[in-house]
């Protein structure tokens, strides 16, 4: 079956530009996560939702970002005034519930975001 | 969440067991320990989990010490698809649950021809 998807895969962007990154999860998952990848670092967390609820945002580095999934399937992760330490991968994961502690998360294939 | 500790970098023969430590020396008791792999620009991907007993699946198998202080994840026949890099994650169970993985660096795998 289809795994999480992202769009786009690449976004270069101009400092001071917003930008929105979408994530497609898979169907029937509750749970959607949206973390942040530096080059030779593994992923840090910034946000998650079960269902439209926003149930962690700690991660968030700032105002400039921000997320939402107003029908409890696909997010956006938008991030305004970009600046160039915002450049990275975005990934996001979904799993199927946040009610047990053995949810399994699936990752998506991550949006590259370089501002320039 | 409890903090690990993984060794950078680690190599393995093409065919043998490949044996990956992970140190969570402060763990709590409903604390478990998690791995996934992230395969060069792939997104991370679930491999095993377990609270105390010992566990296997189709990919590895997960043996924690008696005081849980400590984990070392088995890769039984390493294959060079396996060249990846191994996070170990602690995080609390159900019942006060967190959902965000927290990953630290890892263990870059790099299984030898």
């Known amino acids: 079956g289809a795994g999480v998807s992202q769009s786009p895969r690449y976004k270069v962007t101009k400092r001071g530009q917003d930008v929105a990154l979408r994530c497609d999860p898979i169907s029937g998952h509750v749970s959607l996560y949206w973390y942040r990848q530096a080059l030779g670092q593994g992923p840090e967390f910034l946000t998650y939702f079960n269902y439209e609820a926003q149930q962690d945002k700690s991660g968030l580095p700032n105002d400039r970002f921000s997320a939402e999934r107003p029908e409890g399937s696909i997010s956006t992760l938008t991030i305004q005034r970009t600046e160039q330490r915002d450049s990275a991968m975005y990934r996001c994961?979904?799993?199927?519930?946040?009610?047990?502690?053995?949810?399994?998360?699936?990752f998506g294939p991550g949006t590259r975001l370089t501002v320039l | 969440d409890a903090k690990t500790t993984q060794p950078p970098s680690m190599d393995c023969a093409e065919g043998r067991a490949a044996n990956l430590p992970c140190n969570h020396s402060?763990?709590?008791?409903?604390?478990?320990v998690y791995w996934y792999r992230q395969i060069h620009s792939q997104g991370p991907q679930y491999i095993i989990h377990?609270?105390?007993n010992n566990e296997t699946n189709e990919m590895a198998s997960l043996i924690i010490t008696e005081d849980r202080k400590s984990s070392t994840l088995i890769l039984p026949h390493a294959t060079l698809r396996d060249t990846a890099v191994y996070y170990c994650i602690v995080r609390r169970g159900p019942g006060g649950a967190t959902n965000k993985l927290i990953f630290g660096t890892g263990t870059l795998l790099a299984v030898q021809p």
């Open positions: 377990g609270l105390k």
């Open positions: 402060t763990i709590s008791g409903n604390e478990y």
């Open positions: 994961a979904s799993s199927h519930s946040s009610a047990s502690g053995y949810n399994e998360q699936f």
